[in-house]
Structure formats: structure tokens, C-alpha cells
């Protein structure tokens, strides 16, 4: 397939099989529509991929901050291979135009997409780890996502939302936010939350979530983009 050719190029690769780089981008909803034609999605790509990050972050992470506790690597770990980060490295690389999806798969948006290409990604290192070894995958993985890390710790993504709300709350007001369920909606199966944020008596954001868990955090994340703490 020639215009995989073009993928691996368009992504600084050269693959000694270039049936990997196929599998790796390849969604299991694809092979419904083309049996003929491909035989293997990337799920087990992506497996390996996952493990030849995870190696390769902590490692990065361990080196970078070398007086920096178990828990706070964790946290910054989390932060970079998280499905987010690693659905904006697979659009900023173009995984999005390569992927092979069902005609459904490829109407997708949002959270849907995003999962879809974080898992690419991982299916993509898992490829190029096979292909070439380890060292050309955690250098694709430095080029891509290590410097990523600054911003991480800049804008404290590696702290959930929540969290990172009290904190600034309390230093920039002395106070703690507090949450209350405004609504819920559906049935007990498939219930949606809106839980309001407060600093004192003020309702800061909203936001929703299917637990008020979720909606806590959602409503948390909205505080802090619309304050600009």
C-alpha cells in the first residue's frame, strides 16, 4: 500500500516491515468492512506499545528529577500517557488521517476519537519497537512527548482537578469550594449529574458527569478555566 509509505515518511520512519506500521494503524472495526483486504487490527500492537511507554516515561521521569518522590513521578507519569496527552501527540504527529476506521468508527468525535488515538499511538511505538528495537521507539517517544513535561508541571495537569482548585483556592481566598447537585437526569441506569462549585456563597462553574463524582471533577476543571487560576 503505497500511500503507507508516505505515512512512515510523513512520520520520520522507515520500516523494515511496513505490515506493522498497517497493523498499527489499523481499528478492529475496520477489519468488519475489509476482511479481504487486512488481517489484523492493532489492538495487540497496542498492548506492547503501552509497556514500551510506560519504560520509557518512568525512566525519563527517574532521570529528570532525580530528587523528586515515588508519588509525584507517578503523578507526572499519569499526566503525560494519560488518553488526553497522547490523543493531542497522535493528531500533532497526523495519526488522525492515517487511521483505517469503519465508516461509523470515522464519524466519531470526542471522547470516542480520542481513545481511538491514544490507543494508535501505543500501537505505533508498539510497531516501531518490533521493527527496530527499543532505543528508535523511546527515541520517537523523546521527540514526541517528553517535552511536554514542562507544560505539565506549568499548568499542574498532573494534580486532578479538584485538587488543584482547593489548593488555589484556599491560597487566593482562604476559603475551601464546596460542591451541591443542582440536578439529575435519566433513569438509575444512565443517571447525569450537575454539581455547582462554590468559593463561599458564589457558584464559580458547573458541570456534569454520569457520578457526582465526575461531575465534581468536570465542574473543578470549569473553575479553574474560567477564574484562570
Known amino acids: 500500500m503505497p500511500e503507507f509509505e508516505g505515512h512512515a515518511k510523513q512520520l520520520g520512519l522507515t520500516f523494515n516491515n511496513l505490515d506493522l506500521l ?83 468508527e470515522a464519524k466519531d468525535t470526542g471522547r470516542a476519537r480520542q481513545i481511538i488515538l491514544a490507543n494508535a499511538f501505543e500501537a505505533l511505538l508498539g510497531a516501531i519497537y518490533l521493527d527496530q528495537g527499543y532505543e528508535t521507539a523511546e527515541a520517537f517517544i523523546a521527540k514526541h512527548l517528553y517535552g511536554k513535561i514542562d507544560d505539565v508541571i506549568a499548568k499542574r495537569t498532573w494534580q486532578d482537578a479538584k485538587s488543584h482548585f482547593q489548593e488555589v483556592a484556599q491560597d487566593r481566598k482562604s476559603t475551601t469550594p464546596h460542591y451541591k447537585t443542582l440536578k439529575e437526569d435519566g433513569p438509575d441506569h444512565d443517571k447525569k449529574f450537575t454539581v455547582g462549585v462554590f468559593v463561599g456563597t458564589q457558584q464559580v462553574a458547573e458541570g456534569v458527569g454520569n457520578s457526582k463524582q465526575e461531575a465534581e471533577q468536570s465542574a473543578a476543571q470549569a473553575a479553574l478555566e474560567t477564574t484562570g487560576w
Open 22 to 104: 498497517i497493523e498499527a494503524l489499523t481499528h478492529r472495526s475496520y477489519l468488519n468492512e475489509n476482511k479481504a483486504t487486512i488481517t489484523h487490527h492493532n489492538e495487540r500492537l497496542e498492548f506492547l506499545g503501552d509497556a514500551v511507554l510506560e519504560l520509557a516515561v518512568t525512566h525519563f521521569l527517574f532521570t529528570k528529577f532525580p530528587t523528586k518522590p515515588e508519588g509525584d513521578l507517578t503523578a507526572y507519569r499519569a499526566a503525560l500517557v494519560n488518553t488526553f496527552s497522547l490523543a493531542d501527540t497522535a493528531t500533532e504527529i497526523g495519526l488522525n488521517d492515517m487511521l483505517l476506521l469503519s465508516k461509523g
